[in-house]
Every structure is written in C-alpha cells, then in structure tokens.
C-alpha cells in the first residue's frame, strides 16, 4: 500500500503561482510513474503531467512551458509548480503514483482545490 498526503492548493489570481505537493509513504518500490490530474466541475478528470522513477516528463499540451513536475526522492515528494495561472487551471488536483505494468499498483491522493480568479 502506498498512502500519498497532498498540499498546497489554495485561491490565487489570475497570473500567479502555486506548488503543489504530494508526499508518499509505504511500499513505493513498486511505483514506476508519478503524476498529477485534475477534475474541473462537471468535467472529466485529465491528465496534466506525468514523471518516471527515471526522470523522463510529460505535460498536457494545455500546461505545457507554464507547470513543471519534479520529485525529492529523499523526501518521496512529488510536485507540481504551477505558473502563469489561468481560470481554466481551476480544478481539483489529484496525484497518482502507479506502475505501468501491474495494475493493482495505483493509488490516487485526496485531491487539493486550485482556485484562479479572474
């Protein structure tokens, strides 16, 4: 079982900036890929940006040059800087820590409001 611990979410302007982060605890040895997704009211939940245990990242094309994922492997942190902010960003943010290849290793976190007004 892996227990992920999410924080940073808030209300802020449009233009501005936030960090978002996720903290892991448990047997995160059979984790393989990270990411953050986010929830929109009344809309799908969507991808927004994935990272490998080896480094490679991938950005939808609606965030892409505005958010960056990174992790702190000492801290098993995962994060989510988000810049240039617009009130489309506005959603629930989830994280995600899975294995690629063995589905029974997916575990989501408790979602954080991201508010951007206008």
């Known amino acids: 079982q892996v227990q992920l611990v999410e924080s940073g979410g808030g209300l802020v302007q449009a233009g501005g900036s936030l960090r978002l982060s996720c903290t892991a605890s448990?047997?995160?040895?059979?984790?393989?890929?990270m990411g953050w997704y986010r929830q929109a009211p009344g809309k799908q939940r969507e991808l927004v940006a994935t990272i490998t245990t080896g480094g490679t990242t991938n950005y939808a094309d609606s965030v892409k040059g505005r958010f960056t994922i990174s992790r702190d492997n000492v801290k098993n942190t995962l994060y989510l800087q988000m810049s240039s902010l617009k009130p489309e960003d506005t959603a629930v943010y989830y994280c995600?820590?899975?294995?690629?290849?063995?589905?029974?290793?997916?575990?989501w976190g408790q979602g954080t409001q991201v508010t951007v007004s206008s």
């Open positions: 448990g047997s995160i040895f059979n984790i393989n890929r």
């Open positions: 995600r820590y899975y294995n690629t290849a063995v589905r029974q290793y997916d575990y």
